[in-house]
């Protein structure tokens, strides 16, 4: 479904408006209010009005030169300096200096820390893994050639990369972190620290004035903003379920709602007062197959070869007989299509033209038959060793349509002899959930869930040997080999990285550790009262202090 990504209100905005945001969620926010230790997507959102990021972006993702600092790569000397522009502050004032952002760097690699953002990737700065380690007390890859009150950083880098250009590279942190604030707690205690759960710190156009816990943050202007006085003198983002959100629009309690449910759209389409921004979702959601576990100790994935979602077999029956095409047109109002790859279309070229998984209830059968999980006399499915097999599922109380299709989803694997329960006997909270599936628990084979992707589409952060978010555990040479190839200095040839990328989608759709189901339009309803609200992606896009309204509330 195609909808406009810019409201252009032709009307004055009011001095000193208040504008009053839902965030719609079924869990309370968890309240890491840290780009460096946050895990939960609403934690995003409610740091966004405060935590920009470093640098620009125009609407391909690529890096500009228009944010709060520049960047300048040399592919000789591989290196990239980074240079913070001199008006900005942090909103106690202070000046974003080199050292805020090397500590940045400190935060996700200390050893100390425990933060599922430290991967990898960035590994390719020199020093990086011996601090990570503990072999080192500082990064030798990040030096400060004006020293730490300066303003530039130079990343020392092992190899220069194809996607150094694109935000959201994983391989460059485009975050600062404010060191004069931050330095005296210790690192082990960062994410439970008040500075940062309800105190926090950022040099965004707001400043966070009241954290209720797991509901709502309250904001004010910072007065110290470099690109001038945002246009509103007060900003409320409140935390509201995906059931409540509909009625709360009528009432006309909120001027806008981030994070809307895909479900019920046909409920909000036309509320009075509103109009719905629309844009291609930076996200897939899929089916993940538990096959192993993270080993801490190593700070990696590790595959259990006596798995019971380690059969190839087992995995692409349970693909083949789901309807997700059915399923997406049935609840979802238009505002979802079928997946086909795990690179969504977004990203152009890069995603590859594959039919990925449909319905297939012939074939499903055909597979487990040669497989020899053979029918008893009740009709589902035992092993090939002959004991019984009951698969345990894992799904997110969401929205209108989560028990539907999870309920849903357990029949059609019926249908082909597969005895499949809900984990704990029903839908999972959010933060539940994920707690379950970080800390591999034994309950759960087979998980549905979706990915917020990065705007730049390597996907190494999400299912690389070391990546912490790889949350099905596999781990595999050719994996590995294909994910290095996306990321190799060969596809600095942009043709060299398309073949890359298309290799890797094919190898996960035979492979099936993780099956995409759906792409989907993100919506965001917006009372016409608003003024300067554009959701593109860019600089273009959602600028929190454009924002302004028009008239009193009705």
Not at 220 to 235: D, E, I, Q, V
């Amino acid at each position: 479904m195609k909808l406009q990504a810019v409201f252009k209100n032709p009307r004055p905005a009011l001095a000193g408006g208040k504008l009053a945001v839902a965030v719609v969620a079924d869990a309370p926010i968890q309240g890491v209010f840290s780009e460096e230790l946050y895990d939960s997507a609403t934690d995003e959102d409610f740091m966004s009005p405060a935590a920009e990021p470093l640098f620009a972006t125009d609407s391909a993702f690529k890096i500009t030169a228009g944010g709060a600092a520049t960047l300048a790569l040399d592919n000789a000397a591989k290196t990239a300096t980074v240079t913070i522009k001199p008006a900005v502050r942090w909103a106690d004032g202070q000046p974003v200096t080199a050292r805020d952002y090397v500590f940045a760097y400190e935060m996700l690699a200390n050893p100390a820390v425990t933060t599922a953002r430290y991967t990898t990737a960035l590994e390719n700065i020199n020093g990086m893994a011996a601090y990570h380690a503990g072999r080192a007390a500082s990064i030798s890859g990040l030096t400060m050639p004006d020293g730490a009150s300066g303003r530039r950083v130079v990343i020392h880098f092992k190899r220069m990369l194809p996607s150094f250009t694109q935000s959201g590279n994983g391989y460059l942190w485009e975050s600062a972190a404010p060191y004069h604030y931050l330095k005296d707690v210790p690192f082990a205690r960062l994410a439970t620290s008040p500075k940062i759960r309800l105190h926090p710190l950022f040099f965004g156009p707001f400043a966070m004035r009241r954290v209720t816990v797991g509901q709502a943050v309250t904001y004010a202007p910072n007065p110290y903003y470099y690109r001038g006085k945002p246009g509103l003198s007060r900003l409320r983002l409140e935390v509201v379920a995906s059931a409540a959100i509909t009625a709360a629009l009528r009432a006309k309690r909120y001027d806008l709602a981030l994070e809307m449910p895909t479900t019920g759209f046909a409920d909000y389409r036309k509320l009075p007062h509103y109009v719905n921004l629309g844009r291609e979702d930076l996200a897939y959601s899929y089916i993940g197959f538990k096959v192993g576990h993270w080993d801490a100790a190593r700070g990696r994935n590790v595959m259990d070869p006596v798995a019971t979602m380690s059969d190839a077999a087992l995995r692409r029956a349970l693909a083949y007989a789901m309807d997700n095409q059915g399923l997406n047109a049935l609840y979802y109002g238009g505002l979802a299509t079928t997946a086909t790859t795990l690179i969504p279309p977004i990203f152009g070229p890069f995603h590859a033209d594959l039919a990925g998984f449909h319905q297939d209830v012939k074939k499903a059968n055909r597979l487990l038959d040669a497989a020899g999980y053979k029918r008893g006399k009740d009709g589902y499915r035992c092993r090939p060793n002959g004991q019984a097999l009951t698969l345990h599922y894992a799904a997110i109380a969401k929205d209108a349509a989560s028990e539907a299709v999870a309920r849903a989803r357990i029949r059609q694997w019926r249908r082909v002899g597969l005895r499949v329960r809900l984990t704990a006997g029903r839908l999972l909270e959010a933060n539940n959930f994920y707690d379950k599936l970080h800390s591999d628990s034994k309950d759960i084979d087979v998980f549905e869930a979706t990915w917020g992707v990065s705007s730049e589409p390597s996907p190494a952060d999400l299912y690389g040997v070391k990546a912490r978010y790889n949350l099905t555990r596999f781990v595999t040479a050719a994996n590995t080999r294909l994910l290095a190839a996306i990321d190799a200095p060969a596809a600095l040839n942009h043709a060299e990285r398309v073949k890359a990328f298309a290799a890797w989608q094919a190898y996960m759709l035979k492979a099936a550790y993780v099956v995409p189901t759906q792409y989907r339009t993100a919506v965001v309803p917006v009372n016409t009262r608003v003024k300067g609200l554009s959701i593109a992606y860019g600089q273009a896009g959602f600028q929190w202090q454009n924002l302004g309204v028009t008239r009193r509330q009705r």
